[in-house]
């Protein structure tokens, strides 16, 4: 074997772990987010709540019957949690941008504003609700 094709197939296989690789570790990065920092959407938390104790436990649909209204009421009082917890960050927030806006200039001032809008609009975007919001709602999250 020449000296040239043995550098070329050296190459070869190094081009094709680096891809391999690469490819991993990215399909694995989004697996992990998936699996462990995606939260069921408002509404789902119940269905995925029934799915994953039905595929983790088979359960019979006697079972799932039973359970169903336990999974709805916990659902609901967790989703409730979510909002609660939502609203007093959101506030806890507020009420320290209105602290740190009286040691800044006006010029800063509105750029914190500006960092509280883009940073709103992010969220909303994340959730799905792009640009369009109801009239005077908040975010529940």
């Not at 001032?109 to 709103?120: P, Q, V």
């Amino acid at each position: 074997m020449s000296p040239a094709l043995r550098w070329k197939l050296i190459a070869g296989f190094l081009l094709v772990f680096i891809a391999g690789g690469t490819t991993g570790a990215f399909f694995g990065a989004s697996h992990m987010r998936n699996a462990f920092f995606h939260l069921p959407r408002h509404g789902m938390l119940a269905e995925h709540m029934r799915n994953r104790l039905q595929r983790e436990l088979d359960l019979t649909p006697e079972q799932m019957a039973k359970i169903s209204p336990i999974i709805d009421k916990t659902a609901a009082q967790l989703e409730r949690i979510r909002q609660e917890t939502g609203q007093r960050v959101r506030g806890i927030i507020s009420d320290a941008h209105r602290e740190i806006a009286t040691n800044l200039t006006d010029e800063q001032r509105a750029k914190l504003k500006n960092l509280e809008t883009s940073f709103r609009h992010a969220h909303d975007r994340r959730r799905g609700l792009g640009r369009w919001r109801a009239p005077d709602s908040e975010s529940t999250e």
